[in-house]
């Protein structure tokens, strides 16, 4: 099982990035997908889920309005369009993976233990 990120980089503020996890050995359409980043000397914020049930999403307040997430069962690959970034954006961007039961995963996308399956991370650098 292996999750793989790409898309990260170095963009100015108000640029965009569009992030890709893809996964080999996981049917991702099975699976809850969350994305989390992780800033120097910062703990691990949830940033965006997309539940495996019926395609529910769910997005921290702080990328609300300016960050998509999406999947394309097809290509077994989840994404996350990042728009109108800012330098606080700045961080390593993780995907994670486990089956999550509809009922929790409302409450509780954003808790990285809730997630079994993890990806090596991508940088994402917002200059000012």
């Known amino acids: 099982v292996q999750l793989v990120e790409s898309g990260g980089g170095l963009v100015q503020t108000g640029g965009s990035l569009k992030l890709s996890c893809v996964a080999s050995g996981l049917p991702l359409d099975y699976y809850t997908v969350g994305w989390f980043r992780q800033a120097p000397g910062k703990g691990r914020e949830g940033v965006s889920c997309i539940s495996a049930s019926n395609g529910s999403t769910y997005y921290a307040d702080s990328v609300k309005g300016r960050f998509t997430i999406s999947r394309d069962n097809a290509k077994n690959t989840v994404y996350l369009q990042m728009n109108s970034l800012k330098p606080d954006d700045t961080a390593v961007y993780y995907c994670?993976?486990?089956?999550?039961?509809?009922?929790?995963?409302?409450?509780?996308?954003?808790?990285?233990?809730?997630?079994?399956?993890w990806g090596q991370g991508t940088q994402v650098t917002v200059s000012s």
């Open positions: 994670a993976a486990d089956i999550i039961s509809p009922q929790a995963v409302g409450v509780w996308w954003s808790m990285g233990s809730e997630y079994d399956y």
